[in-house]
């Protein structure tokens, strides 16, 4: 594993003051931002665990959560928090938040309450929706501090992700901390207007997204590659010393494209997330509920699945399947 080099914007020497709340090198602690209330008049907060060392270093942000019904990523995090790692990081800094869309998450939804995304919402405004005041509070109060972010999603609604790193081939430093990440899957993909990347990559800020399982379910692997992916990331910035797993083997999509749904009906998948398919070869089927139609569905390309719909009734056009294409072998 190579190392990666990253200047920090931030002085070494001078107090990280997030919310008032000062953290000098080799300082660490917790820290409650408030980001609005309820109409019950209750506050809602987020909270931030600061790492600080002694040596100068990068400061990096690992961030949950921005969807509140993505809990794989808040779970990653918090586990990276139960552990003695991050208390003994031999240089730089690190921010994790394991949870930002907290008014999602107690919802069991992506958005806020009144339906905005907040990761279609950044950089946000203090005077702006919900959804964009939550945005503003990370903006503001922590991104000027980040040199690099990591950012933890699932799959939407009943979509599944096989574990994967998302970056944008106009950044080369996302491309190594994805490589060092190493996921068994990495995909090119462009930045998204009012994302979360996209304002890093305006305030200059490296960043990738780790996209792994589905909504509202825990999935075990998807949550210990995450974990083992950070450690790489950490290593390679030499903020940690211990040795890390490998993964066996790491692929990159350059290009992906869903396979919808032919036809509307109950939907068996027959080949998952992780198998490589072949054009021509039958993925799964779409039968009517009465007994009375069956409809195949076929890969129209040979690819990976990197992501699949476990949906059981579908509509005509739904994405059932995502296919990685244009394959590179990175390990
Ligand atoms: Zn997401």
Known sequence: MSNIKIKSKHKHTNPIV??????????????????GRLPSDTK????????????????????????????????????????????SIQRGTIIAIPLLNVFGFINFSRDVPDGKDVNRSFPGSMSGSLASRVARTLTKKILPFADVALDFHTGGASRYNYPQVRYAPSSP??????????????????????????????????AIVYEAGESIRLCGVSIEKGIGGIMRVLKSLQMIEKETQEEQEVLLFKKSQWLRAPYSGMFIWSKQSGAKVFRGEQLGVIKDPFGTKSVEVFAKLDGYIVGHNNASVVNQGDALFHIGIEEEKIK
Do not use: W
């Not at 586990?79 to 003695?84: A, E, M, N, V």
């Open 18 to 35: 997030i919310d008032n709340v000062s953290f000098a090198p080799g300082e660490s602690g917790t820290i409650s931002i408030n980001v």
């Open 44 to 87: 809602i907060n987020l909270t931030a665990h600061v790492f600080r060392s002694k040596n100068p270093g990068p400061v990096i942000l690992l961030l949950g959560g921005v969807h509140g019904d993505e809990i794989n990523g808040v779970e990653i995090i918090r586990r990276i928090l139960d552990k003695d790692t991050l208390q």
């Open 173 to 206: 430093i996302a491309g190594k901390l994805a490589k060092a990440f190493a996921p068994p899957f990495i995909l090119h993909k462009p930045l998204i207007p009012k994302s979360f990347r996209k304002t890093c990559e305006t305030m200059g800020i490296p």
